[in-house]
Structures are given as structure tokens and as C-alpha cells.
């Protein structure tokens, strides 16, 4: 699953730290989803994109080999 997280925190003048402490994760943690290497529960998805104010599959999709 790609996603479009950092173009989000960078249009929102948001850290990794920021992003992390405003959903209740680790820095790691948004590290490894930017990355593609973590793929977020749904309730971690779901409170990003209010957040963000955007829908989910607006951050987040899916590649063909998902």
C-alpha cells in the first residue's frame, strides 16, 4: 500500500514528531508508514484522514501487487 503522507505533512507544516504526537503514535511509526514498510490499522488511517480532512483512500492506496 502506497500512501501520500508526506506531501500531507508537508502541505500542513507538520514533523514526523508532530504528525506522530497529533494520532498518538511514534515517529518510528510514521517513519516506517511513509516508507511503505508499516501498514496502518484502520482506526490509524481513519484518524489521519480527519486530520488531514481528507478521505482515506485520498491518503492512502492500493499498488496492483496489493
Do not use: C, W
Request: hydrophobic residues 40%; without cysteine.
Amino acid at each position: 500500500m502506497k500512501n501520500n503522507l508526506k506531501v500531507e505533512r508537508a502541505i500542513h507544516n507538520l514533523t514526523q514528531a508532530d504528525l506522530a504526537d497529533r494520532i498518538g503514535v511514534s515517529r518510528q511509526t510514521i517513519n516506517a508508514m511513509e516508507k511503505n514498510k508499516y501498514v496502518p490499522s484502520t482506526v490509524l488511517a481513519l484518524k489521519i484522514s480527519r486530520l488531514f480532512k481528507k478521505s482515506v483512500e485520498d491518503i492512502f492506496f492500493l499498488e496492483d501487487t496489493d
